[in-house]
């Protein structure tokens, strides 16, 4: 099967992407329907997640001069996630 292959390539493609990369995001949006639920879901949780999450850990609450890119970069994946 060609699929896990492919997974695998996305995943390593991935070991270095940050957040504010939306490149990832157009890379893999065209397969979130294409693979299974399970795969779906193992590649996101392993590639971007996490990374999304430790961006949003660093989001610094400042009503004064509030920076919301980390906030914009993690709502970019809602609809694939």
Same mark, same amino acid.
């Given at each position: 099967?060609?699929?896990?292959? #492919?997974?695998?390539?996305? !995943?390593?493609?991935?070991? &270095? ?9 157009l ?9 299974? #639920?399970? &795969?779906?879901? !193992?590649l996101i *949780?392993?590639? #971007? *997640? ?6 949003? !850990?660093?989001?610094? #609450?400042?009503?004064?001069a509030?920076?919301?890119?980390a906030f914009?970069?993690?709502? !970019? ?5």
């Open positions: 099967e060609l699929y896990p292959v #492919i997974r695998h390539k996305l !995943a390593v493609a991935l070991m &270095d992407w940050h957040p504010s990369d939306s490149s990832a995001l890379l893999l949006r065209p397969w979130h329907r294409v693979f299974s #639920i399970g &795969d779906w879901e !193992a *949780t392993r590639s #971007i *997640t996490s990374k999304l999450g430790e961006a949003l !850990a660093g989001l610094v #609450i400042n009503p004064a509030q920076d919301m890119s914009h970069w993690v709502m !970019a994946w809602v609809d694939v996630l």
